[in-house]
């Protein structure tokens, strides 16, 4: 080989090893696995269904979705963790894997910092539902809270759920006290706020708004900064009264930790592609979820600030797990 020949080759040496290694292979080439760390059945699994029929369309690969539950959502993230950094196994998960958890379970939750973020694909807001004749307003209820110190209730999903979270950040709020219910899911609280046996409750607009519309509960406030095109006469609770106030479920994309940034960038902009074609939205918006499709840049600061909203809320109220 020629000293010419021999500087060519080291010079090609030396630009290339830093190339992803995903450039080497169009991207998907085989199956894409989605851990979904929470059981089937939930609002984000329907939004899950119809993204992995959407990807699997888009890139000619199946793509599957694995239920791993438990452990307020640690098991499943934990096996996504620990998968090769490849793209090949995603996250989808609500705000809970990606802000609360490491607050609450400590070591036992993986750090979020760690994930290689994608996308923040959509949001759902959540609504104040109370049980029928309780209170005409906002206000009002305030005023009866206030009243009787103590003695309203407020139905959650468990302590450190989204739902507890969000009324005791009421509670703050309001400057007021109330009994905590919990409950194993929405649906079980939501059927005793139709039943008078609880007061109140925070939840997402998907599964009270039915509810609301049949007259067997109602809502009284959107915690959003903006109303709902659902129910544009129904305020937010900063217009009625209580400033500041937003508590919106996000469904978060991530890779495992060490996915190659350029990789985290095609598979957001494949989502927001998707997220932005018109059966979609159209579907979407039929399921009162809105869609999103951020960057992963974008979804880092989402997750970043939601942290930060919520470890004021636990840190303030010294929440604890039983």
Same mark, same amino acid.
């Given at each position: 080989?020629?000293?010419?020949?021999?500087?060519?080759?080291?010079?090609?040496?030396?630009?290339?090893?830093?190339?992803?290694?995903?450039?080497?292979?169009?991207?998907?080439?085989?199956?894409?696995?989605?851990?979904?760390?929470?059981?089937?059945?939930?609002?984000?699994?329907?939004?899950?269904?119809?993204?992995?029929?959407?990807?699997?369309?888009?890139?000619?690969?199946?793509?599957?979705?694995?239920?791993?539950?438990?452990?307020?959502?640690?098991?499943?993230?934990?096996?996504?963790?620990?998968?090769?950094?490849?793209?090949?196994?995603? /996250?989808?998960?609500?705000?809970? &894997?990606?802000?609360?958890?490491?607050?609450?379970? $400590?070591? +036992? @939750? *993986?750090?979020? !910092?760690?994930?290689?973020?994608?996308?923040?694909?959509?949001?759902?807001?959540?609504?104040?539902?109370?049980?029928?004749?309780?209170?005409?307003?906002?206000?009002?209820?305030?005023?009866?809270?206030?009243?009787?110190?103590?003695?309203?209730?407020?139905?959650?999903?468990?302590?450190?759920?989204?739902?507890?979270?969000?009324?005791?950040?009421?509670?703050?709020?309001?400057?007021?006290?109330?009994?905590?219910?919990?409950?194993?899911?929405?649906?079980?609280?939501?059927?005793?706020?139709?039943?008078?046996?609880?007061?109140?409750?925070?939840?997402?607009?998907?599964?009270?708004?039915?509810?609301?519309?049949?007259?067997?509960?109602?809502?009284?406030?959107?915690?959003?900064?903006?109303?709902?095109?659902?129910?544009?006469?129904?305020?937010? /609770?900063?217009?009625?009264?209580? &400033?500041?106030?937003?508590?919106?479920?996000?469904? $978060?994309? +991530? @890779? *495992?930790?060490? !996915?190659?940034?350029?990789?985290?960038?095609?598979?957001?902009?494949?989502?927001?592609?998707?997220?932005?074609?018109?059966?979609?939205?159209?579907?979407?918006?039929?399921?009162?979820?809105?869609?999103?499709?951020?960057?992963?840049?974008?979804?880092?600061?989402?997750?970043?600030?939601?942290?930060?909203?919520?470890?004021?809320?636990?840190?303030?109220?010294?929440?604890?797990?039983?």
């Amino acid at each position: 080989m020629t000293g010419l020949r021999r500087l060519l080759l080291i010079a090609l040496l030396l630009v290339t090893p830093g190339a992803p290694a995903f450039t080497q292979e169009k991207f998907p080439s085989r199956l894409v696995k989605v851990v979904l760390p929470f059981p089937p059945g939930s609002t984000l699994d329907a939004f899950t269904r119809i993204m992995v029929d959407r990807m699997a369309q888009k890139w000619g690969q199946s793509v599957v979705v694995e239920n791993i539950s438990g452990g307020g959502g640690n098991i499943g993230t934990e096996r996504f963790v620990r998968s090769p950094p490849d793209g090949y196994t995603l /996250l989808f998960a609500p705000p809970g &894997p990606f802000t609360i958890n490491p607050m609450l379970y $400590g070591a +036992a @939750a *993986p750090d979020p !910092t760690k994930f290689t973020p994608i996308s923040v694909m959509a949001r759902v807001p959540n609504v104040l539902v109370t049980r029928n004749k309780l209170a005409d307003s906002v206000q009002g209820l305030i005023a009866l809270a206030k009243a009787n110190p103590g003695k309203l209730t407020y139905a959650s999903q468990g302590v450190g759920s989204t739902s507890f979270l969000t009324s005791k950040r009421f509670e703050m709020k309001a400057n007021i006290q109330m009994l905590h219910v919990p409950y194993r899911g929405a649906g079980p609280a939501l059927n005793d706020i139709v039943a008078g046996h609880v007061d109140i409750m925070f939840d997402n607009i998907v599964t009270s708004l039915p509810l609301h519309r049949a007259g067997t509960a109602r809502i009284l406030a959107i915690a959003d900064t903006e109303r709902s095109n659902a129910m544009p006469e129904t305020p937010t /609770l900063a217009e009625a009264g209580v &400033p500041t106030f937003r508590s919106v479920a996000f469904f $978060g994309s +991530a @890779a *495992p930790p060490g !996915t190659p940034p350029g990789l985290a960038e095609q598979i957001s902009s494949d989502f927001a592609e998707i997220l932005q074609q018109p059966a979609v939205v159209a579907r979407l918006r039929e399921l009162l979820i809105e869609p999103v499709g951020t960057t992963p840049a974008q979804a880092r600061k989402i997750f970043l600030e939601e942290t930060a909203m919520w470890g004021k809320v636990i840190t303030d109220t010294g929440v604890t797990l039983p």
